[in-house]
């Protein structure tokens, strides 16, 4: 590839991500929220009592957190981050 | 002068204002650093922060933050001539819009993606926040009015859009079915839905289809209460339908997927009347001033004899201008899409100045062109009595389908379907943003008031009020008003939006008057324009009909109370100011 035909496809994958931007990146990002708050939700109805609320662990808890595990620290942080409604704004 | 020479003043404002003003603050004062982790990579989860492309993310700033405003206010601002809206959308964009942009990214990014209550409640007062949650209530109920009024009496009401508009809603209902549901390719999509959405415009503009609707419109001298007729009525009634089911429904089933295919339609409009434009490269009609008179008044810098209806002055310039073009200048708006949303996107700092400098730029491009569909668009077909006498007829918004449907004619595109589809364009670029005003203003009503009276709780009643509200103010009052108050809260968002990126660099030891002199302006001048609106609408009371009368007590007190609210934030904010240096933090 020439240096000429490098820069076009530069220019050309600017265009297209800027575009993606505008039309498709908050669809996407809207999808991606939907899937964390569903899971983040499923966390919290099995692993509440990570964070002190009072569920009893059950037997499904534990069959389940090696697969919760992963994600234990970025839910804490969004579960407990301070929020407002600002933040549904955006 | 020459339009393309106006667009090419326009790119040397970009190209100084960005190339030089807005690095040399990046560079001296900010000083991004790439070695430091933003928030998007900190504190990911996948959710909220994420790191985005810079490209993707500019493209999501712009959208984010150009809808109606950019379009509407330089239109109406030519009232004082072409010139002064001109200078203001330039000047201001140069000197305070992309500060409070970029600014709000870099406060957000430096302050681990914290939002603007968080922040006020940290940097001002406690009472901040609150203030500023009621302030974000006040201006999505004023965007409703304003937004809504456009489009029921001024859009809809016209034969020829109705049918188009309603069709691309449910094209819009299509392409969700086919992304979501029969997964089918984007592209594809794209392709099948533009096209029909196309179809759809052109269907409504068919002379069967106008006849129908214009019966359906009745006569213009029926009445339903005041002085409100069965169309505007009518039509104000369907927009707040389709908001009900924009504000309850899914949203991939109802607003993202009308948003997509609305954008199409959007994005392919600017382009042809940019490229329109420049084939036409029309001089500036002799007859169109570039200065009327300070005051606004249209009758008085030409003959109104001819004008059906009465067209009263829009006040001083200064300071009415100023909130009349607010997002094609500076806006509040873009502060809380800066902080809450791009800012725990970025993947680095240093992107952050063509993200949120560089989309406000653009955005001031998308104003000027909007001011050309008006003193060229309008201006050199039908002379500066045409723009006086849509004015008159209250079609602020269709000067700007008059003129972008001329500039689309030089690139083959016939008037008779580009001025239908200018109204359409403009109908999906406020509706897109009503339905989910409505939304979030039911969130609002549930989180407020939901613990004292829980039916607030429940999702159709909330979304009820917020309807209910919004009718308030889209039947009653003077849209010229509303449009005001609307400018007003977004201005005294940005003004407190400056004052806590001022906060925040004077805490920081950096240097702040480049943001601190803005804010002083934008303080100064949003309260005397509210006082001054406040003071028209309580004082021209008598002899009005029951809907405007109704219209100008609620602007009034809306008025009062935003400069209320915002004194009192001068006044904290004045408290932690003098806070010294690094302490200026409130305690928690």
Same mark, same amino acid.
Not at chain 2, 145 to 171: C, E, Q, R
Not at chain 2, 288 to 305: E, H, M, R
């Given at each position: 590839?020439?240096?000429?035909?490098?820069?076009?496809?530069?220019?050309?994958?600017?265009?297209?991500?800027?575009?993606?931007?505008?039309?498709?990146?908050?669809?996407?990002?809207?999808?991606?929220?939907?899937?964390?708050?569903?899971?983040?939700?499923?966390?919290?109805?099995?692993?509440?009592?990570?964070?002190?609320?009072?569920?009893?662990?059950?037997?499904?808890?534990?069959?389940?957190?090696?697969?919760?595990?992963?994600?234990?620290?970025?839910?804490?942080?969004?579960?407990?981050?301070?929020?407002? @409604?600002?933040?549904?704004?955006? | 002068?020459?339009?393309?020479?106006?667009?090419?003043? =326009?790119?040397?404002?970009?190209?100084?204002?960005?190339?030089?003003?807005?690095?040399?603050?990046?560079?001296?004062?900010?000083?991004?650093?790439?070695?430091?982790?933003?928030?998007?990579?900190?504190?990911?989860?996948?959710?909220?922060?994420?790191?985005?492309?810079?490209?993707?993310?500019? =493209?999501?700033?712009?959208?984010?933050?150009?809808? @109606?405003?950019?379009?509407?206010?330089?239109?109406?601002?030519?009232?004082?001539?072409?010139?002064?809206?001109?200078?203001?959308?330039?000047?201001?964009?140069?000197?305070?819009?992309?500060?409070?942009?970029?600014?709000?990214?870099?406060?957000?990014?430096?302050?681990?993606?914290?939002?603007?209550?968080?922040?006020?409640?940290?940097?001002?007062?406690?009472?901040?926040?609150?203030?500023?949650?009621?302030?974000?209530?006040?201006?999505?109920?004023?965007?409703?009015?304003?937004?809504?009024?456009?489009?029921?009496?001024?859009?809809?009401?016209?034969?020829?859009?109705?049918?188009?508009?309603?069709?691309?809603?449910?094209?819009?209902?299509?392409?969700?079915?086919?992304?979501?549901?029969?997964?089918?390719?984007?592209?594809?999509?794209?392709?099948?839905?533009?096209?029909?959405?196309?179809?759809?415009?052109?269907?409504?503009?068919?002379?069967?289809?106008?006849?129908?609707?214009?019966?359906?419109? &009745?006569?213009?001298?029926?009445?339903?209460?005041?002085?409100?007729?069965?169309?505007?009525?009518?039509?104000?009634?369907?927009?707040?339908?389709?908001?009900?089911?924009?504000?309850?429904?899914?949203?991939?089933?109802?607003?993202?997927?009308?948003?997509?295919?609305?954008?199409?339609?959007?994005?392919? &409009?600017?382009? &042809?009347?940019?490229?329109?434009?420049?084939?036409?490269?029309?001089?500036?009609?002799?007859?169109?001033?570039?200065?009327?008179?300070?005051?606004?008044?249209?009758?008085?810098?030409?003959?109104?004899?001819g004008v059906e209806k009465t067209v009263g002055a829009m006040g001083p310039l200064w300071p009415l201008l100023f909130v009349t073009i607010a997002c094609g200048a500076i806006s509040g708006w873009h502060s809380l899409v800066s902080s809450s949303g791009t800012a725990r996107q970025l993947e680095k700092e240093s992107d952050a100045l063509y993200v949120g400098g560089g989309a406000m730029f653009l955005e001031m491009f998308l104003a000027v062109l909007s001011l050309l569909t008006a003193v060229v668009g309008v201006g050199v077909t039908r002379g500066f009595a045409g723009y006086v006498s849509l004015v008159a007829a209250?079609?602020?918004?269709?000067?700007?389908?008059?003129?972008?449907?001329?500039?689309?004619?030089?690139?083959?595109?016939?008037?008779?379907?580009?001025?239908?589809?200018?109204?359409?364009?403009?109908?999906?670029?406020?509706?897109?943003?009503?339905?989910?005003?409505?939304?979030?203003?039911?969130?609002?009503?549930?989180?407020?008031?939901?613990?004292?009276?829980?039916?607030?709780?429940?999702?159709?009643?909330?979304?009820?009020?917020?309807?209910?509200?919004?009718?308030?103010?889209?039947?009653?009052?003077?849209?010229?008003?509303?449009?005001?108050?609307?400018?007003?809260?977004?201005?005294?968002?940005?003004? @407190?939006?400056?004052?806590?990126?001022?906060?925040?660099?004077?805490?920081? =030891?950096?240097?702040?008057?480049?943001? @601190?002199?803005?804010?002083?302006?934008?303080?100064?001048?949003?309260?005397?324009?509210?006082?001054?609106?406040?003071?028209?609408?309580?004082?021209?009371?008598?002899?009005?009909?029951?809907?405007?009368?109704?219209?100008?007590?609620?602007?009034?007190?809306?008025?009062?109370?935003?400069?209320?609210?915002?004194?009192?934030?001068?006044?904290?904010?004045?408290?932690?100011?003098?806070?010294?240096?690094?302490?200026?933090?409130?305690?928690?």
């Open positions: 590839m020439t240096e000429e035909q490098k820069r076009t496809a530069r220019w050309l994958e600017t265009v297209k991500s800027v575009l993606y931007g505008m039309a498709g990146h908050d669809m996407a990002r809207y999808a991606l929220k939907t899937r964390g708050s569903m899971e983040h939700l499923f966390i919290l109805i099995t692993m509440g009592d990570l964070l002190g609320v009072p569920i009893l662990p059950p037997y499904y808890s534990l069959r389940l957190l090696p697969y919760v595990v992963p994600q234990i620290s970025t839910w804490k942080r969004r579960m407990l981050r301070e929020k407002d @409604l600002t933040d549904a704004l955006a | 002068m020459n339009a393309v020479i106006t667009l090419i003043i =326009g790119f040397l404002g970009i190209a100084v204002g960005y190339g030089v003003y807005a690095r040399s603050i990046d560079k001296n004062i900010m000083q991004p650093d790439d070695k430091k982790a933003t928030p998007a990579k900190m504190y990911m989860d996948g959710v909220d922060f994420t790191p985005a492309n810079r490209n993707v993310l500019f =493209g999501y700033q712009f959208k984010s933050i150009a809808a @109606l405003g950019p379009i509407v206010g330089p239109i109406v601002a030519v009232r004082w001539g072409w010139l002064p809206a001109l200078l203001w959308i330039i000047v201001g964009t140069f000197f305070i819009g992309w500060v409070q942009d970029y600014s709000s990214i870099m406060l957000g990014v430096r302050e681990d993606g914290q939002s603007f209550g968080a922040l006020s409640y940290r940097l001002v007062s406690p009472r901040a926040r609150t203030i500023l949650l009621t302030f974000i209530y006040f201006y999505l109920l004023l965007i409703m009015g304003a937004f809504g009024k456009i489009v029921g009496y001024d859009l809809m009401s016209n034969p020829a859009v109705p049918i188009g508009v309603l069709l691309v809603i449910l094209i819009g209902l299509l392409a969700g079915q086919m992304t979501y549901k029969w997964k089918m390719d984007i592209i594809l999509t794209s392709l099948v839905t533009v096209v029909l959405a196309f179809v759809g415009i052109w269907i409504g503009t068919l002379s069967g289809v106008q006849s129908l609707l214009t019966a359906i419109n &009745g006569s213009p001298d029926t009445t339903v209460f005041g002085s409100v007729t069965w169309a505007q009525f009518f039509w104000s009634l369907v927009v707040l339908v389709i908001c009900y089911f924009g504000a309850v429904l899914p949203i991939w089933r109802w607003a993202q997927p009308i948003n997509y295919v609305a954008f199409w339609i959007v994005f392919l &409009g600017i382009l &042809g009347g940019t490229i329109g434009l420049l084939i036409w490269h029309p001089a500036f009609p002799a007859d169109f001033p570039a200065f009327t008179n300070w005051n606004g008044d249209l009758c008085a810098a030409t003959d109104c004899s209250g079609k602020n918004a269709g000067v700007f389908a008059v003129g972008l449907s001329e500039m689309m004619s030089h690139i083959g595109i016939p008037v008779s379907f580009g001025l239908p589809y200018g109204s359409v364009f403009l109908t999906l670029m406020a509706l897109t943003i009503m339905y989910l005003v409505v939304r979030f203003m039911r969130v609002a009503s549930a989180e407020f008031l939901g613990d004292s009276i829980p039916l607030f709780k429940n999702t159709t009643f909330g979304t009820l009020v917020a309807l209910a509200l919004s009718a308030l103010f889209i039947w009653t009052g003077f849209w010229a008003r509303i449009w005001i108050l609307f400018g007003g809260a977004n201005q005294l968002m940005a003004s @407190l939006a400056l004052l806590l990126v001022t906060l925040w660099l004077k805490s920081n =030891g950096k240097k702040y008057l480049w943001t @601190l002199i803005p804010f002083a302006f934008m303080f100064v001048t949003t309260i005397y324009a509210l006082l001054l609106t406040a003071y028209k609408v309580l004082s021209t009371l008598s002899g009005l009909p029951v809907d405007k009368f109704v219209g100008n007590i609620l602007a009034g007190v809306i008025a009062i109370y935003l400069v209320a609210a915002a004194l009192i934030l001068g006044w904290d904010a004045f408290k932690a100011f003098r806070r010294p240096g690094a302490e200026a933090k409130v305690e928690a």
